[in-house]
């Protein structure tokens, strides 16, 4: 569902990824981050005694949740009197990308947790993660987007990751009611909402240097918000997984 409403069904279709700290972290790896970088999961946002078994810091966190009437009215509202975004090059705060691909909004937040921040400076060299995003930053969001529609390198990566799901992966074609947001702590220090089916970045509010994506103040203005706006709207499913990114100790 989240991905048939602003992508045409004509478009290119991917497997959907699980939100599995195994398939994302291949992912990752494939496209060019080193083996000291990862994805675990995230079993509270509120039980200290579970956030201390996550790696720290924590460079992005991705929610995957159903999405609900409540959370397309919260969307709609917020976005209806904002601009698309058209910003492009190395003076962005963060770089954006617009999702065409239907079922792909699992790979669109990945592409958003290591493109910016902390993460972003751990991609290896001459990767193709690092290739893909020096031609990304001089590009508009619509010719930023073809780019991804168009890659290669990024589809194969991709459809390996996908086979690596815990459960039976859906067909590409298939309709999903599951949208991935990435929560990302970015070079300015500020929290950024990054979601391909907005009209662009979003940004929740400032984080202080000792604070990451995952520290109370991120979950305040990233996360709890999030499932705060859905509870208040009568959502009486709130079903969610989440993710870290952040550095892998043996």
């Given amino acids: 569902m989240a991905d048939q409403v602003d992508v045409p069904t004509p478009n290119k279709a991917f497997v959907p990824l699980e939100n599995n700290p195994e ?34 810091p924590s460079y ?59 993460a972003r400076k751990h991609i290896l060299p001459g990767s193709d993660l690092e290739t893909l995003l020096r031609d990304a930053e001089p590009r508009d969001p619509i010719a930023r987007a073809d780019l991804l529609y168009e890659s290669k390198a ?3 990566a991709h459809a390996d990751a996908a086979k690596l799901g815990d459960t039976a992966a859906p067909q590409a074609e298939d309709n999903v009611d599951l949208h991935f947001v990435a929560f990302v702590k970015g070079q300015d220090g500020r929290l950024w909402e990054l979601d391909g089916r907005r009209k662009g970045p979003l940004e929740r509010g400032q984080l202080a240097d000792d604070e990451d994506a995952l520290s109370e103040k991120a979950l305040h ?16 499913d709130l079903r969610f997984s989440l993710v870290s990114l952040g550095p892998v100790f043996d």
């Fill in 23 to 56: 398939v994302m972290s291949h992912l990752i790896h494939q496209l060019g981050l080193p083996p000291s970088i990862g994805f675990t999961d995230v079993y509270s946002i509120d039980e200290p005694d579970l956030l201390a078994f996550v790696p720290r």
């Fill in 60 to 118: 992005a966190l991705l929610l995957v949740f159903p999405v609900s009437s409540t959370y397309e009215a919260s969307r709609v509202s917020e976005d209806t009197h904002r601009s698309e975004y058209a910003s492009s090059g190395a003076s962005e705060p963060v770089m954006w990308f617009k999702q065409t691909i239907r079922n792909a909004c699992g790979l669109i937040g990945l592409l958003h947790a290591v493109s910016n921040g902390e």
């Fill in 154 to 156: 990024l589809e194969s």
């Fill in 221 to 236: 203005l990233g996360v709890r918000r999030f499932l705060g706006v859905e509870a208040a709207g009568g959502n009486p």
